[in-house]
Structure formats: structure tokens, C-alpha cells
């Protein structure tokens, strides 16, 4: 067992590398939140990422456009330029939208792609092609999109994926590029999952969906070139949140479990406390009114907060596979990241815990602008990659 934590901050200039490319075509970055598009599926994008053996290292050069915010004295430029330019587009708080309304608003993602095509940062050759696939589940079927590399093998490990947006917000097109960057630097199959969202489907709702993805994926795998002996997970947020839980539910159901876990900026409690919440309350894109928000809209009642698959901090995390947290700093999850990272270690599970210093929650996914969304990614990539024997 063992436990690395460190803490990695922006040394120099903004490395661009392509192997973590931030991805999502020009037609995309103007859809809604929530309107998940498959007509592109099935067929060989031009516009997406490519590995590191061909990424060129150039400059970015993004620069805020304001003060550093009063959250954030530690904000590094081109994470703040983000920020700036998030914040730029003027949208009514989500706090103060219904879940429809807010699933209207422009996200993380769309300002990195206008800060793009402002900048003339371009998008290498995607090295993936994409499926759409149905999944059943109780009351119905969820939509899943499979990315496949174009490597030619005949069989690959698999990744099951879980985005974020607070279990309420965001789709498999705001964090396309996470999933397209695993796909492409692991060499596996990954399958990201639309699991149905709050309020409209209350907690355990997503928990359950997620599960019976993950089933869905060790008894398919084959079909879609995946081998149901190498399968792990990875989550974003309410994604992490997932990923953690559906382990938690292997284990306790006696199915396979997975060979390992990547959980990048979980929520793992309930409590909004803590002194990452208090330090950064107002942090951006999240911030503590927003997590109160999404609260509200998933659970049923406050009861649910002390469920274990939604305080995994509180939980039973005997025999949950080795693991791997990112963490942001100017986050208000970051104090229950570590508090996972302590529990998990003192359950005897295996845990590598990284901090990245001068960024915020969602910066996992923005590799063509931040170079620590590409350390995180190398990172999640090199364990995973072990994790399968490669």
C-alpha cells in the first residue's frame, strides 16, 4: 500500500499538448447543456485530439482579462483567463435557475473553446472513432457513447466514465474531451455514460443507472472490442462521486470488481463545512451556493446526504480497488478529496492523491490551455495503464 501526495503548481510557459486535447466541434460549443447529440457517432471525427507521440509543445499565450478574483490569489493565468472569460458571458447564477434553465447555460467548456478560436489554437485529428449505444436500465434505457482508438487492435482495456454536473447538469459533450483523452493516451475502449439526471429522476437514480452501465460493460465488452478481465472507472465530480460508489456496489454485490478507480475532484460528502468550502465559497465554475443547489436538486431529503454512496468519506472503503484522486486547489472539494484520499489508505486501499496548485474544479478536461490539465491527465493515464498490465 501506498500513498503519493503531491502538490503541482504552472512552472514557465502554458504547454498545449494535443495528446490531452481539449475537444468539442464548433457546432457543439454553441448546444445547450443537456441536449446530447449521437448523429456524429459511428463516424471518424476530424476535429479532436491526438497522442503524444505527435503533440507539438506550443505557447498559448491566454491572459486575463481582469484582477485576480479575491478567492483566488494562487490563480494562474490562463486558468484565470478562463474564469474571465466564463464570467464574461454575463449568465443568471444556476442557483437562481431551474434545472432545465441551467442546463442552458454556457459552461467551462464553451469558454475554453471561444478562448480557442480566439487564440488560433487548433484541433488535431481525432484518433478515436465514436458509437452510440443503449443501455438498459430499471424504467427504461440510458444512452452511452463509445470511443474506440483507431489503433486497429482486436481487443482493448475498458474505461467506464462518468461525467459531471452536480448529478443535474452538463452531458457527454461538455466532458468529451476527458473521455476522448483517456480513449486516445490509454489505448482502451472507453464508455461514457448519460445516466438520468435530478430533479427530474431523484437520488439513487444516477447511482443505479451508473451500476448497471458498469454491468452492461462487463457483460458487452466483447462486442465492442473490450476485455471484460481489464475494465476500471473514472469520474468527474458528481461523475467521481459515481465511479467511487459503483465500486462500493461490486463489492457488495459480489460482481467483478474494477482494476482501478480514477476519481478527479469527487464529491465525497455532504457536508458544505469544511475548509476548502469556506476558503472558496465563492470559488468559479463551483462554488458553495452552486453544490447547495445541486444537493437540493438530486437527493430526497437530507437523510440521503448520509448515505454512503454520497458520503463516501463516511463509508465502509474496505477492499475498493486502488485508486487515484486529482484534486484542484481553488476547489471547494479539495478538503474532502484528501479527507477520501486518508480514509481510503486507512481502509488499506492503495491510493495515489495529486493537488494541482493555481487551478480550479473542471480543469482535468482543458489540456489545449492548461498544462496541468495535462499532468492530471498523464497522471490518470499512467496508473490506469499499469492498473491493465500495459
Known amino acids: 500500500m501506498k500513498k503519493r501526495l503531491l502538490s503541482i503548481g504552472r512552472q514557465g510557459g502554458l504547454a498545449l499538448a494535443a495528446a ?17 447529440s449521437v448523429s456524429r ?15 507539438e509543445i506550443v505557447e ?49 467548456t464553451t469558454a475554453v473553446m471561444d478562448l480557442m478560436k480566439e487564440n488560433n489554437i487548433p484541433m488535431p485529428a481525432s484518433k478515436v472513432d465514436t458509437v452510440g449505444k443503449k443501455i438498459p436500465v430499471t424504467g427504461g434505457q440510458i444512452h452511452a457513447r463509445v470511443y474506440t482508438p483507431k489503433t486497429g487492435k482486436a481487443s482493448y482495456p475498458v474505461i467506464v466514465y462518468y461525467h459531471g454536473g452536480g448529478w443535474v447538469i452538463a452531458d457527454l459533450d461538455t ?40 454491468k452492461w460493460a462487463l457483460q458487452n465488452a466483447a462486442s465492442i472490442k473490450g476485455d471484460p478481465k481489464r475494465i476500471a472507472l473514472v469520474g468527474e465530480s458528481a461523475g467521481g462521486n459515481l465511479a467511487a460508489a ?41 462554488d458553495k451556493p452552486l453544490m447547495e443547489w445541486f444537493f437540493k436538486q438530486y437527493l430526497r431529503s437530507p437523510a440521503d446526504g448520509k448515505n454512503p454512496w454520497i458520503n463516501l468519506v463516511g463509508a465502509d472503503l474496505k477492499n475498493l480497488p486502488p485508486t487515484t484522486i486529482i484534486n484542484a486547489q481553488l476547489d471547494p472539494l479539495q478538503t474532502e478529496g484528501e479527507q477520501l484520499a486518508e480514509k481510503l489508505e486507512t481502509a488499506g486501499v492503495d491510493v495515489d ?30 496508473n490506469l495503464k499499469s492498473a491493465f498490465g500495459m
Open 175 to 214: 466532458y468529451d474531451a476527458s473521455a476522448r483523452g483517456l480513449a486516445e493516451q490509454t489505448d482502451a475502449v472507453v464508455i461514457s455514460v448519460a445516466y438520468r439526471q435530478a430533479p427530474e429522476n431523484k437520488f439513487p437514480t444516477a447511482h443505479n443507472d451508473s451500476f448497471a452501465a458498469y
Open 41 to 55: 457517432e459511428g463516424a471518424a471525427d476530424t476535429t479532436a485530439t491526438t497522442t503524444a507521440d505527435s503533440a
Open 246 to 286: 459503483v465500486s462500493m456496489m461490486a463489492r457488495d454485490q459480489k460482481v467483478q470488481m474494477p482494476l482501478h478507480q480514477v476519481l478527479v475532484y469527487p464529491i465525497a460528502g455532504y457536508a458544505t463545512n469544511t475548509e476548502s468550502y469556506q476558503k472558496y465559497a465563492a470559488a468559479k465554475p463551483l
Open 60 to 108: 498559448a499565450g491566454l491572459t486575463p482579462t481582469g484582477p485576480k478574483p479575491v478567492w483566488a490569489d494562487e490563480i494562474t493565468g490562463p486558468m484565470q483567463a478562463i474564469t474571465d472569460k466564463l464570467a464574461s458571458y454575463n449568465a443568471k447564477p444556476i442557483p437562481q435557475l431551474t434545472a432545465k434553465e441551467a442546463r442552458q447555460n454556457p459552461t467551462p
Open 353 to 382: 492523491h495529486k493537488l494541482y496548485k493555481g487551478v480550479t474544479h473542471e480543469f482535468f478536461g482543458m489540456a489545449t490551455v492548461l498544462s496541468e490539465a495535462k499532468e492530471a491527465q498523464k497522471l490518470a493515464v499512467r
Open 20 to 36: 490531452c486535447c481539449f475537444w468539442i466541434s464548433s457546432c457543439e460549443s454553441k448546444r445547450p447543456m443537456g441536449t446530447e
